[in-house]
Each structure stands twice: as C-alpha cells, then as structure tokens.
C-alpha cells in the first residue's frame, strides 16, 4: 500500500498541516498509521468530513459512526493523558452522539449518576448507532445498580439485545455488552466461551481495552465464587485460583500502560488489589491502589474508587486519606450511595439479602470466613488478635441471623 506524509495529505486535501494530524490522531482518517512521531496515512484515503461547519454537522448528525468501534470510547486512546477528560469530551463536538456518550462515561467514573442516566436515555431515545446503544445501555446497567433497581436493569439488558447489530462482530460485541451486565452483580456464568478463554478476535481491537478490563473482573468474579464455594472449578478450591489470577492481570497493566489507556489502567490496577488483598498480600495491593489513585484524582474520578471500596474494605479509605482526606470524604458518601444501590440489586438477582449493616471490618472478616479461613488464619492475614476475629465472627451471625457456613449468602 502506498502512504503520504501529513504534508502530502494536507496539500491534496487543501486543509493545514496542524489540521490533517488532529485527524489522524482522533481516528478520523481510515488507515492512517502512526510510526514514531509521524502519521503514514492510506494514499486512497478519503478526506474526512469537516463536522466545524454547518454542512459537516448535517452529515456527521445523519450518519457519522462513532470514533472507535466500541461501546466503551473513555477506555480507547481517545483519553490518554490525567487530568484532561473534559478537554477531551470537548475535542468531539464534531461528533454529538460521541461527545455525549463520552462525557456520560466520566459523569460515571466520577459518580455523577443523575446525569449519567439522562445521557444514556437521550442516546436510546434518539435511536442512536450500534454502539452508542450498547454503551448507553450499559450505562443504564450501571444507573441501575447505584439506585438499586432491578426494573431498570432488565430494561438496560433489552435495549443492548435490541441494538441494531449488522453482522456477526456486532453480535460478539452485543454478547459481551451484556454478560458485562451481569458481572457487575458478579454472575460469571454467561459470558461466551471465545470470552472465558481471552480470546478477543471476535471483536474491533478499539474494544480490546474494554475486554481486557471485563476479562480481569470476570477472573475475579471466578475465583471469588470459588472461593466461596459458589462455583465448582476441577482441580482447584478455596484461595488457590486467586491467587494466580494476578498472574493473568499483571501483564494486562503493563499492556494499558504502555497503550496510555488511562481507564482501563485504573480499573485493571483496582481489580489486581483486590485479587491480592484478598489473597491477604497487602503490599501488592497498596502498590496498585497507590497508582490506580494516582491516575483517577486528576479527574476527580471518585465513582471507581468509590466502586473499588467494596472489594477492597478498609484499604482505600487507608491509602486516600493519606493522599488527599477531602477526596476520601466524597468517595465515602458516593460508597455508601453504591454500596445501598449494589446490596439491594445484587441480593434481588441473585436471590439473597445482602446485608449492608456490617462495618467493612466485620464484612472482610465475614469474607475470609466464608473463604473457609480458620479463626487463626483470619487473625493472621488481617493482623488482629484471635479475641477480636471471634467478636466480629459472633456479630456477623447475630446481625444475619445465619451460621458462619451461611456468610456466602450475605456478602
């Protein structure tokens, strides 16, 4: 195939040279690749539509796709840099549908949950694209569990099955959208098999940031399951298959480090500490905790963290207050909102009642119990003495009215 330079291209398309980099940086100009410093576009390539004038608009409005093939665009290369999501929900106003459903994802990342649900309705409303409509009912999914609501996320399952999918990538994608759904109340059972084994080909590389994510939550879900005696592996039990998960999500963070893949780096970074902090590995944990706060406070993205306080119990409100204590004072409130919204969803799904009346304490002494943890051992991993653990293993039972074999069923 024969290539231009940015030059080149500029002078053909009688447009600056400034102008024809944006392009191909914001994925506009079909083929172009980047070595280096500089941009090899397509000699074939056709010259994108303008969407700053009146009549780009019209056309951008009438058919324009979304600038990445994915449902999630804040986890693509599009968003790159801490501290810069608004500048970059800004920069695609050339696109609405795409601006819209970008800045709805960092309304969720910061906990903005109202505003995340007009969004996703103002996207399913407008009779959107394939992947706006997944991405908006996603969205809806995850309204659905800080509110608590069982109706809202059925009905967010219904409108990404009833997305105007063309082929069969589409369907993949569609497939993963919604076992996606339901790894967010931690059912790991529908996810298809090309998913289970990590093989991502059957959809856009733009998503493969999104699925390695998915793919670390559903290896976490597993093993916690298992853990819990929830779910039957052969030749594994207890911990063990934890414990070499991380294995799997380590070289998922370098991955998203070196792509600058901010969002995917946060949430892979929270899902390996809480593989190890369950694990009882406490300073690898806080090594990525430490980091994934690093990445998300520029953006005051304190809805992941605050999603992140569940699985990690005490560690994150540890690790924040020594950052920033105004920051932890926010994300607190937004945990309790989620923790409500999730307990309540989750408990109705699953056919439980999650109890939310326990401190985070005495749930991750219920958690290592339930793991099957001796008394001894429970001391040992979270550094209390042998008195404290059987206190706090008698106020679990009291408050659940259930034995310390029926702790599964509450957390």
Same mark, same amino acid.
Request: aromatic letters at 10%; charged letters at 25%; hydrophobic letters at 45%.
């Given at each position: 195939?024969?290539?231009?330079?940015?030059?080149?291209?500029?002078?053909? &398309?009688?447009?600056?040279?400034?102008?024809?980099?944006?392009?191909?940086?914001?994925?506009?100009?079909?083929?172009? $690749?980047?070595?280096?410093?500089?941009?090899?576009?397509?000699?074939?390539?056709?010259?994108?539509?303008?969407?700053?004038?009146?009549?780009?608009?019209?056309?951008? /409005? +009438?058919?324009?796709?979304? !600038?990445?093939?994915? !449902?999630? @665009?804040?986890?693509?290369?599009?968003?790159?840099?801490?501290?810069?999501?608004?500048?970059?929900?800004?920069?695609?106003?050339?696109?609405?549908?795409?601006?819209?459903?970008?800045?709805?994802?960092?309304?969720?990342?910061?906990?903005?949950?109202?505003?995340?649900?007009?969004?996703?309705?103002?996207?399913?409303?407008?009779? =959107?694209?394939?992947?706006?409509?997944? #991405?908006?009912?996603?969205?809806?999914?995850?309204?659905?569990?800080?509110?608590?609501?069982?109706?809202? &996320?059925?009905?967010?399952?219904?409108?990404?099955?009833?997305?105007?999918?063309?082929?069969?990538?589409?369907?993949?994608?569609?497939?993963?959208?919604? =076992?996606?759904?339901?790894?967010?109340?931690?059912?790991?059972? /529908?996810?298809?098999?090309?998913?289970?084994?990590?093989?991502? +080909?059957?959809?856009?590389?733009?998503?493969?940031?999104?699925?390695? $994510?998915?793919?670390?939550?559903? @290896?976490?879900?597993?093993?916690?399951?298992?853990?819990?005696?929830?779910?039957?592996?052969?030749?594994?039990?207890?911990?063990?298959?934890? #414990?070499?998960?991380?294995?799997?999500? +380590?070289?998922?963070?370098?991955?998203?480090?070196?792509? /600058?893949?901010?969002?995917?780096?946060?949430?892979?970074?929270?899902?390996?500490?809480?593989?190890?902090?369950?694990?009882?590995?406490?300073?690898?944990?806080?090594?990525?905790?430490?980091?994934?706060?690093?990445?998300?406070?520029?953006?005051?993205?304190?809805?992941? *963290?605050?999603?992140?306080?569940?699985?990690?119990?005490?560690?994150?409100?540890?690790?924040?207050?020594?950052?920033?204590?105004?920051? &932890?004072?926010?994300?607190?409130?937004?945990?309790?909102?989620?923790?409500?919204?999730?307990?309540?969803?989750?408990?109705?799904?699953?056919?439980?009642?999650?109890?939310?009346?326990?401190?985070?304490?005495?749930? +991750?002494?219920?958690?290592?119990?339930?793991?099957?943890? =001796?008394?001894?051992?429970?001391?040992? /991993? @979270?550094?209390? #003495? @042998?008195?404290?653990?059987?206190?706090?293993?008698?106020? $679990?039972?009291?408050?659940?009215? *259930?034995?310390?074999?029926?702790?599964?069923?509450?957390?």
């Amino acid at each position: 195939m024969e290539y231009l330079k940015i030059d080149e291209a500029a002078r053909k &398309w009688a447009i600056g040279v400034r102008r024809v980099q944006i392009l191909c940086a914001e994925g506009k100009i079909e083929g172009a $690749v980047r070595f280096g410093r500089s941009w090899m576009i397509p000699k074939d390539a056709k010259k994108p539509v303008d969407g700053r004038t009146k009549a780009g608009r019209a056309h951008v /409005n +009438e058919d324009m796709p979304l !600038p990445r093939k994915t !449902p999630f @665009l804040y986890m693509t290369d599009l968003y790159h840099t801490p501290g810069t999501a608004d500048a970059v929900g800004e920069s695609l106003a050339y696109n609405h549908e795409a601006q819209v459903l970008f800045e709805a994802e960092v309304a969720y990342s910061r906990g903005e949950i109202d505003k995340v649900y007009e969004s996703a309705n103002y996207l399913l409303g407008k009779h =959107s694209g394939f992947y706006a409509v997944q #991405s908006a009912g996603m969205l809806l999914a995850q309204c659905a569990v800080w509110k608590g609501d069982i109706n809202m &996320w059925r009905r967010a399952k219904v409108h990404i099955a009833e997305a105007p999918a063309k082929n069969d990538n589409d369907r993949d994608v569609m497939q993963l959208a919604i =076992s996606a759904v339901d790894i967010m109340v931690y059912n790991v059972e /529908n996810f298809p098999e090309w998913f289970k084994k990590g093989r991502f +080909e059957p959809i856009h590389k733009d998503a493969y940031p999104a699925a390695k $994510v998915y793919y670390a939550k559903y @290896l976490y879900a597993l093993g916690y399951a298992v853990a819990m005696g929830l779910v039957k592996v052969e030749g594994t039990q207890g911990l063990y298959i934890m #414990s070499v998960i991380s294995f799997s999500v +380590e070289p998922m963070i370098s991955w998203a480090r070196a792509n /600058n893949s901010i969002m995917s780096e946060i949430y892979l970074r929270l899902t390996c500490a809480a593989i190890y902090h369950n694990c009882g590995k406490e300073e690898d944990a806080i090594y990525h905790i430490d980091k994934a706060i690093e990445l998300a406070l520029p953006d005051r993205f304190y809805g992941v *963290l605050a999603e992140y306080c569940r699985a990690l119990d005490t560690l994150m409100e540890k690790r924040l207050s020594l950052v920033d204590a105004s920051a &932890w004072a926010e994300i607190k409130k937004l945990y309790k909102i989620y923790n409500e919204g999730w307990s309540k969803l989750s408990g109705t799904v699953r056919g439980k009642k999650i109890l939310t009346t326990l401190s985070a304490k005495e749930r +991750e002494v219920a958690k290592l119990a339930a793991f099957g943890m =001796s008394n001894q051992e429970i001391a040992d /991993n @979270l550094g209390l #003495s @042998l008195s404290i653990v059987k206190q706090a293993i008698r106020i $679990v039972s009291e408050k659940s009215g *259930l034995p310390r074999s029926g702790f599964a069923a509450i957390l």
